[in-house]
C-alpha cells in the first residue's frame, strides 16, 4: 500500500524554481528521509506535503485520495518544525493537548491521550512544566508529543535534531526510530547529515538543486550511487575524474594522471567519467582482481578503530582506510606506497556539472 506519493511536483518561487517534477512513492510505515545540500527543496517538499505551500503542478496523494490542494488542518499531516514552535506561555500538557482542544474533544479524552503522548516520548512528571524549564532534548519530545497526539496519517520532521549537541542527537535519532516503529507511524524526515539519514532511514531520497537524483535503501545509495552527486554525498569517498580510452560493450579501460585501468564496467554515455572509490574498499595488498596504483604517502591519521592513509598519486589524493595497524606500520609521508582497488570496487559514472 502506497501512503504518500507525489507525482511529478513543481513549485517556483519567483525565479527560483525550487522543485522541477518531483516523484515520490512513500511505503504505509516508513521512515523516509529527503536528503540534500542547502537549498535543494528538502522543506518546500516537506511543506507541500504538510498544505502550507502549494505546488505549481503536480499531484499529491495520501493512500487513494488526492489532497494537493486540501488546507494543512484536513491533510491529516503534522509537521514538526526545526525550532519545535512551542507556545512558551502553555505548560508541557497544554502544549501537548492543544491540538485536540482544538478538535473539541472531551476533556478526559483529551487527558488520555495526553499522557498516553507522554509516557510514548519519556516525559512522565513534566506535566506542569514550561518549555523554558526544559532542555533541547526535552523540548523536542514535546514537540513530537503534541504531533503524535492527533494521530496524523503522516508526521513531517524537519532537520529536527540540529538544534541539538552531538550526544543528544544520536539519543534522540534512536528515540525517534523507536516512536515510529512502535506506532507503525509513516515519517517522512528532512535532513543534510548523510550519516542520520543513514542510520535512520527505511529509504533516502537523495535531492539536488530540486530534483531527486536516487532513491533507496542506505546500503544502495551507499554502495551503488546513480550519479556523482550521490557518491559524493555519501560520506568521504574518492571521486577521480577520468576519460575513457577503451571500450568494447560495457568494458572499458580508463585513463587518469599516467595511470591506465582496464577491465572496468561502464553503462552510461561519452568519455568524461568519475571513478567512484570507497576509502575502505581500497587494500594495501594485492588481491585477485585488483588493479595498483603506485605513488607516496602524503599522511597517515589514527581514528582509533580505523586508519587512514592519503596517498598521492601524481596530482590525485586517494583515501584508503584500514582497520589494521600492521598494515601501516612501515608507512611514512614520502615513502612509496601501494593502493589496491578489487575492479568491482571501482564505480565508472558519467561525470557530472556539479
Ligand atoms: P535548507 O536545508 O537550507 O533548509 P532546503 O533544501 O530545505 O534547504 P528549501 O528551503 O526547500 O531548501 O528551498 C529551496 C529553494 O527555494 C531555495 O533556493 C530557496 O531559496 C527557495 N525558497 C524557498 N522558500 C522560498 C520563499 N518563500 N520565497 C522565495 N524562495 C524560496
Not at 491521550?113 to 510514548?120: C, N, Y
Amino acid at each position: 500500500m502506497v501512503e504518500v506519493k507525489l507525482q511529478n511536483i513543481v513549485k517556483t518561487f519567483g525565479e527560483t524554481v525550487a522543485l522541477k517534477g518531483i516523484n515520490l512513492e512513500i511505503k504505509h510505515g516508513e521512515l523516509f528521509t529527503l536528503l540534500g545540500p542547502s537549498g535543494c527543496g528538502k522543506t518546500t517538499t516537506l511543506r507541500i506535503i504538510a498544505g502550507l505551500e502549494y505546488p505549481d503542478t503536480g499531484k499529491i496523494y495520501f493512500g487513494d485520495e488526492e489532497v494537493t490542494y486540501l488546507p494543512s488542518h484536513q491533510k491529516g499531516a503534522v509537521l514538526v518544525f526545526q525550532n519545535y514552535a512551542l507556545w512558551p506561555h502553555m505548560s508541557v500538557s497544554d502544549n501537548i493537548a492543544y491540538g485536540l482542544k482544538i478538535k473539541k474533544l472531551p476533556k478526559d479524552e483529551v487527558m488520555r491521550k495526553v499522557q498516553w503522548a507522554l509516557e510514548l516520548v519519556k516525559l512522565k512528571g513534566f506535566e506542569n512544566r514550561y518549555p523554558t524549564q526544559l532542555s533541547g532534548g526535552q523540548q523536542q519530545r514535546v514537540a513530537i508529543a503534541r504531533a503524535l497526539v492527533v494521530e496524523p496519517k503522516v508526521l513531517l520532521l524537519d532537520e529536527p535534531l540540529s538544534n541539538l549537541d552531538a550526544k543528544l542527537r544520536l539519543e534522540m535519532r534512536s528515540e525517534i526510530r523507536r516512536i515510529q516503529r512502535e506506532l507503525g507511524i509513516t515519517v517522512i524526515y528532512v535532513t543534510h547529515d548523510q550519516e542520520e539519514a543513514m542510520a535512520i532511514s527505511d529509504r533516502i531520497a537523495v535531492m539536488n538543486v530540486g530534483t531527486v537524483e536516487q532513491i533507496g535503501t542506505p546500503k544502495d545509495i551507499y554502495e551503488s550511487p546513480r550519479t556523482e552527486f550521490v557518491a559524493s554525498f555519501m560520506g568521504k569517498t574518492n571521486v577521480v575524474p577520468a576519460k575513457i580510452v577503451e571500450r568494447d560493450g560495457n568494458h572499458v579501460a580508463v585513463e587518469f594522471e599516467n595511470f591506465h585501468l582496464d577491465g572496468l564496467t561502464y553503462t552510461g554515455e561519452g568519455d568524461r567519467v568519475v571513478l567512484v572509490i570507497r576509502p575502505e574498499r581500497i587494500r594495501l595488498k594485492p588481491g585477485k582482481n585488483t588493479v595498483s596504483l603506485l605513488g607516496t604517502v602524503d599522511l597517515v591519521e589514527y581514528y582509533g578503530f580505523f586508519i587512514e592513509v592519503i596517498g598521492l598519486f601524481g596530482e590525485t589524493r586517494l583515501i584508503a582506510r584500514t582497520i589494521s595497524d600492521k598494515e601501516v606500520e612501515s608507512l611514512r609521508p614520502t615513502k612509496e606506497v601501494t593502493f589496491y582497488i578489487d575492479r568491482d570496487d571501482i564505480i565508472v559514472l558519467p561525470k557530472q556539472q556539479l
